[in-house]
């Protein structure tokens, strides 16, 4: 669907439309089973279950996931020309069992579509396997990894802290037959008002005299021509049904600092140019900060917790009832993500990485991806790409490549997939999971099984989905995300960057004001912004979408000021409404574009 068809893509967001219209049928389907005999239908428990596995399978294989690692893979041979000398730069510096080498699997691979192209000849499949097989153990290693820091802070977050998670409000009123969810009457007018738009504009793209009922971006920037007010660049205005629906269910306050942030990072960019100081428009080093901030202000209001956490590793005592609600034992969890990031860590130590690199490298992408957590669960933001701002970023900024070496510069850019963007991340998803179950009253130990299993058996499947697609169809159009990792590293090689100090002086200051906007929060009443608006704002996402949440936050600040909780619960049906309408109509154009091997309407489109 997004990597061949480009019809949608569903794993750019936080809720993934996929997962909600799979959801959608196994409940429709339900209806006639439970007449039937009540004991074939699937319960609460069984559907979130169901939902929570394809969450997991499906942003494994997302846009910012394992679409980006084959072509990684296949790119310092496969792309490797006379002109760019890749094989003389760094082909040295690389072992064997990463990449693919075999010239006639990488030629089928890059060029795709042709009829002798598949990958099910024997030389194709078997120059894949042991790389894949590697990268599938160290990528369920990670995702362990994840499930025990997971652990370790899920009761802190949903308990103690009662953090809102946005995200699992639908899912879950979708799978709770006590709700009454589909027999809302402005569910269903809200509901199937989106849902014909949808109709009539995926008519539109295959008869273009059907009109076309979108509300196309209007570009704001245009009235913005002279210096040093062209500087905000794009800013266009745009009206997404589903995304006015998920954005209404950010609390207030985040709402209104996320837009006032936006216009702060768009003021920056304003008195740099005055200055005479060209900037990203993302801010890359300075969103690092933001969002490893909000990493340090988590634990630190987690800390009496984690410090039980710990405390409790040295005592006997048995019968602990809080440990025994965990996904894991408390023991388990943290001696299991010790020795699976040092077990990480020596597979990177094995590929040619140094021992410190490594470890500072995926220290800092866990502290990310904590932090991308605590955004979905907390805020429920539909978007929090972070582009560009990886870690390896951040090592180079303050070291220098001279310092790295050759041997760590060669592997960094295998984990492009984990650093490009963060569209896609596992772990929020996998917490969001624990929070459903625990609505449900469904957890057991089975559901971390079945955890476990989506995560071992979505990599495998992931794989295959991309590899299989990619021969069958052009290969040429899923090779951006090599071409873009390792272009880094030729230039790396070849024109060595010392260090930066403007960088990281941008990476403290994102950091350190993250945490200022934290302390001004927790003691004073009125400073109502939030780190996380400020850490969500600077993304292409929000550039995107930013006429958006000041809409919602007007429109439900008037809800909540004229008619209070009262009124917001009784609305809250409509915004459901407009997400459910365009997810299963889009949903159901992406299915039919794959169906009939052609693009559809893209719903999800954000030009």
């Not at 997302?62 to 084959?70: A, D, F, K, N, V």
């Not at 002798?116 to 030389?123: G, Q, R, T």
């Not at 001696?335 to 470890?359: K, Q």
């Not at 780190?531 to 919602?552: C, E, H, I, K, N």
Request: proline letters at 5%; one cysteine or more.
């Amino acid at each position: 669907m997004e990597a061949v068809y480009y019809s949608a893509h569903s794993t750019t967001y936080s809720l993934f439309f996929n997962t909600i219209c799979s959801l959608l049928v196994l409940v429709a389907v339900n209806v006639p089973l439970r007449k039937v005999h009540r004991n074939l239908a699937l319960n609460r428990e069984e559907l979130i279950t169901v939902f929570v596995m394809l969450n997991q399978s499906s942003a494994l294989v997302g846009h910012s996931m394992l679409q980006i690692l084959p072509s990684t893979m296949a790119a310092p041979f496969g792309l490797s020309t006379p002109e760019n000398e890749w094989i003389q730069l760094f082909s040295q510096h690389i072992p064997t069992w990463l990449i693919i080498s075999d010239t006639h699997a990488l030629e089928n691979y890059i060029k795709g579509g042709k009829s002798e192209s598949s990958l099910y000849i024997a030389e194709h499949f078997n120059a894949w396997l042991i790389p894949v097989l590697i990268w599938s153990v160290f990528i369920c290693l990670l995702m362990f990894v994840m499930i025990c820091i997971n652990t370790i802070l899920r009761q802190h977050w949903m308990n103690q802290e009662r953090l809102a998670f946005p995200i699992a409000q639908l899912p879950n009123e979708i799978a709770n037959p006590e709700s009454g969810f589909f027999k809302n009457k402005l569910f269903l007018i809200s509901c199937a008002l989106v849902s014909i738009i949808n109709i009539v504009n995926g008519l539109h793209f295959l008869l273009p005299q059907v009109p076309y009922l979108r509300v196309a971006p209007y570009d704001l920037g245009v009235f913005f021509t002279n210096k040093p007010w062209d500087a905000m660049g794009y800013m266009p205005f745009t009206l997404r049904p589903f995304l006015i629906g998920l954005i209404f269910l950010i609390p207030l306050d985040i709402t209104f600092s996320c837009w006032v942030f936006f216009f702060f990072w768009k003021a920056q960019l304003v008195v740099g140019s005055a200055l005479g100081y060209q900037q990203r428009p993302e801010f890359p080093e300075q969103s690092a900060g933001a969002y490893i901030a909000l990493c340090f202000i988590a634990v630190w209001m987690a800390r009496r917790h984690i410090l039980g956490i710990f405390k409790s590793l040295f005592q006997t005592s048995a019968g602990n009832t809080q440990i025994i609600t965990e996904p894991l034992p408390y023991k388990t969890a943290v001696l299991g993500g010790i020795v699976g990031f040092l077990l990480m860590i020596v597979f990177c130590c094995w590929a040619g990485m140094s021992f410190w690199i490594a470890g500072l490298f995926f220290t800092l992408y866990l502290m990310t991806a904590i932090s991308v957590t605590r955004v979905r669960a907390e805020v429920g933001s539909p978007i929090h790409d972070l582009h560009f701002a990886g870690p390896e970023y951040l090592i180079i900024n303050a070291f220098g490549t001279r310092k790295l070496g050759p041997g760590n510069l060669a592997i960094l850019p295998f984990f492009w997939f984990l650093t490009r963007a963060h569209y896609s991340d596992v772990m929020p998803h996998q917490l969001e999971g624990f929070k459903l179950a625990d609505r449900a009253k469904g957890y057991n130990r089975r559901f971390l099984v079945a955890m476990l299993v989506a995560t071992i058996f979505g990599t495998l499947v992931a794989f295959w989905a991309i590899l299989d697609s990619t021969y069958r169809h052009s290969g040429a159009a899923m090779s951006w995300a090599g071409r873009e990792s390792f272009s880094r590293l030729a230039l790396w090689l070849s024109h060595p960057e010392p260090m930066n100090i403007t960088g990281m002086v941008f990476f403290i200051y994102g950091l350190l004001f993250g945490i200022f906007i934290m302390f001004m929060r927790t003691k004073f009443l009125w400073w109502s912004l939030h780190p996380a608006g400020y850490a969500v704002s600077s993304t292409y996402g929000m550039r995107d979408y930013w006429s958006l949440f000041v809409l919602v936050w007007l429109i439900k600040w008037l809800i909540l000021k004229l008619g209070g909780l009262k009124a917001h619960r009784r609305v809250l049906p409509i915004f459901y409404g407009m997400i459910v309408g365009e997810f299963a109509v889009g949903g159901f154009w992406a299915l039919f574009g794959i169906l009939f091997r052609t693009q559809t309407f893209n719903f999800t489109a954000w030009w």
